[in-house]
């Protein structure tokens, strides 16, 4: 089998660059919920030494010095295109199996092996010239090595872009895989590498030399998988189909410190209509849901943080009457005189939405069609005019919220709201405008 791990370079950093090209060749750097920490940089950031995660406020004061510019995350921008290069990719391979919102696995086992590095750059120009988003490609024999190849097509500008580590010679394979650092190893983080070294086990290569079975014992059956895997032997399959999740979550960090019930009874119905409208775009129903509220955990204040369970009376996709639900689980836990400075909803028992079971006294199947079409009617609504578009009443009716996040340097939602849609303007040549007649530009002279 021949696997091809697609990844887009920087995919925040990127996505803001491309309807944003005075920001190339610029450190860049996106930050979390509420403009908190760094969760995204550009190559030129992380050559000015900026680590990943690092809280925005020490680098601010620094920003104009450096050049920085720091952007707040549009995660409706990331996705749309996220989806978009997830369409483009797939036209290489029938079976894809998307891991994050800017990788994914591509089975390329039916492409010649002499064609399959040039397959890779067509890739990469397709995706370049369609969306604008820079990826690199790594290809081997299993996903844990694809990855890997990947790493190493990102890392070594000549290879441009593509890496297909089984075709390179047994001496540059030793010398990657020898001078390559073990958490570089798909599977293995910090923690499990500073074990490993204890070990010495400190490069891919001695990981890939070490025991399995004797790693098994010591760590677990991810770490010997890892082992065969870097061998060759394929022990992780590609999940093409699609994986129903265990549950949904929808919860946010307040932009300022919330006591109003009011206020979180509102952040809760915009969370339960979103958790909602991927219940149904999943085609599962939720048979439970659990409601919490939170105070500053790290705070010298009074703390508090109540967790609210809720048995549906049957499984349900029906955003209002979730809402109902979860509005009467926060009245149950809400008590005043905190600061909150969380909420959220999670949905449980999740299964397919056919096979729920009736309830011997619940509506009339008249109801429940109306209803099914009405949330229907929200969800095409909010996919053509945006997400907020069509929304409970009970999420307010103010612009902007005290418990939305502070996201003070968003860039607009260029592909997915028709108010913020990027304009293009052209200037005739001179040569060309001096043939259009006078009076009617449609006739030339």
């Known amino acids: 089998m021949t696997i091809a791990l697609i990844d887009g370079n920087n995919f925040y950093v990127s996505c803001e660059r491309v309807f944003q090209p005075k920001l190339r060749d610029r450190p860049i750097v996106i930050l979390s919920n509420n403009d908190g920490c760094i969760v995204s940089r550009s190559a030129e950031a992380k050559a000015i030494g900026i ?19 720091a952007l707040s995350s549009n995660y409706t921008l990331y996705a749309d295109m996220s989806e978009r290069m997830m369409r483009i990719l797939k036209r290489f391979s029938p079976q894809q199996e998307v891991y994050s919102i800017d990788e994914c696995f591509l089975d390329l086992t039916g492409v010649p092996d002499d064609q399959q590095t040039g397959v890779a750059a067509i ?3 397709t ?54 650092p073990v958490n570089d190893v798909w599977g293995v983080g910090r923690k499990i590498s500073e074990k490993l070294q204890t070990l010495e086990i400190t490069t891919v290569a001695q990981l890939r030399d070490a025991d399995p079975k004797r790693l098994r014992q010591r760590f677990s059956v991810q770490i010997e998988r890892a082992v065969r895997e870097l061998r060759g032997e394929m022990c992780i399959p590609l999940e093409t189909g699609h994986t129903p999740r265990d549950s949904i979550q929808s919860a946010r960090s307040f932009g300022q410190p919330v006591t109003a019930v009011e206020d979180l009874r509102a952040a809760i119905t915009v969370y339960t209509s979103r958790a909602a409208e ?37 499984p349900t996709d029906d955003t209002l009457q979730m809402i109902h639900s979860a509005i009467s689980a926060l009245q149950s836990i809400y008590r005043p005189g905190y600061r909150y400075a969380k909420s959220g909803i999670r949905l449980l028992d999740l299964h397919p939405s056919g ?47 005290i418990w939305q996040m502070q996201r003070g340097t968003l860039s607009p939602q260029f592909t997915t709201s028709w108010a913020e849609l990027p304009v293009a303007l052209a200037r005739m040549p001179e040569v060309y405008a001096s043939r259009i007649r006078p009076g009617n530009p449609s006739q030339p002279m």
């Not at 991927?278 to 204040?301: C, N, P, Q, W």
């Open 51 to 69: 680590p990943m995660g690092a809280p925005w406020f020490e680098w601010k004061a620094r920003a104009g010095r450096l050049g920085l510019v």
């Open 278 to 314: 991927k219940l149904r775009k999943d085609g599962s129903v939720a048979g439970a849901m659990e409601v919490f509220i939170s105070t500053y955990r790290h705070r010298d204040e009074p703390q508090y943080h109540p967790v609210r369970s809720v048995r549906l009376i049957t």
């Open 123 to 125: 890739m990469r120009a």
């Open 355 to 401: 096979a729920r079971q009736a309830d011997i006294f619940g509506t009339a199947p008249e109801y429940d069609d109306r209803r099914s079409r009405l949330m229907e009617a929200i969800d095409t609504i909010n996919r053509r005019y945006g997400g907020s578009t069509c929304q409970p009443g009970a999420a307010g009716i103010r612009q902007r919220q």
């Open 127 to 180: 995706v370049a010239r369609e969306i604008g988003i820079p990826v690199c490609v790594g290809i081997a024999s299993t996903k844990t090595r694809a990855k890997l190849a990947n790493h190493i097509a990102k890392k070594t500008p000549e290879r441009q872009g593509v890496c297909h580590l089984d075709q390179l010679s047994a001496q540059e394979q030793e010398r990657y895989l020898g001078q390559w």
